[in-house]
């Protein structure tokens, strides 16, 4: 007689299995894709060319990477025309960074975000979007730091301090550092437009954070 082999049920789960599902879903349903730009208004969300979807070739991607590179150049041209008489326009500089952030060049991006900053350093609408570019490319530190020395100039800037609090808590599972941005927010910006999104941001993230290893997920429902 064989032995036959039964799934857990969910009240087998443990807390770090539930709490690692949690997150999954918390960050596609309310995080996912809402990085905000340095520029644009309080509550307003990042629109930016959608990612590629899961299981696309490599040839494919490669062919959607080239294809958003030659539209960044493209709509770049004239910008870029005009730049080589005018090589210190902080005004052109970004809109250049800008168009490539758009295209998801964040490489790029990041490059003409530095030329203005070099200019303009308490610019911090450019010094978050630079920041946000380095975080789509994997560099969580520089992104903070970016994030923190644009504060030092606009110690208020909603969407710096939104952002902050999504990279201390993705990249660092620093929950009260992500929390205090998200409050410090609130606090500072009683008008927000994503207010709502924000206090819920806040309550997922503080509810996982006390969950005790060992807690069958039942209770964390309870």
Known sequence: MTDTKQNPTSDQWTSMQAYTLAVVCLLVGIAGGWFIRGSAPAGSRAESPAASAPGESGSQQMGSDAKSKQMADTQAAPLLEQLKSDAD?????TQIGNIYYDTQQYATAVEYYQRVLK????DASVRTDMGTAQWYMGNADAAIEQFNLALKYEPSKANTLFNLGIVKWQAKMDVDGAVAAWKKLLA???NYEARDKVEQLIAQVQKQANVKPGTPAKALSE
């Open 89 to 93: 326009n902080a005004r052109l500089l």
């Open 188 to 190: 500072a910006n009683p």
């Open 119 to 122: 200019i303009a350093p308490q």
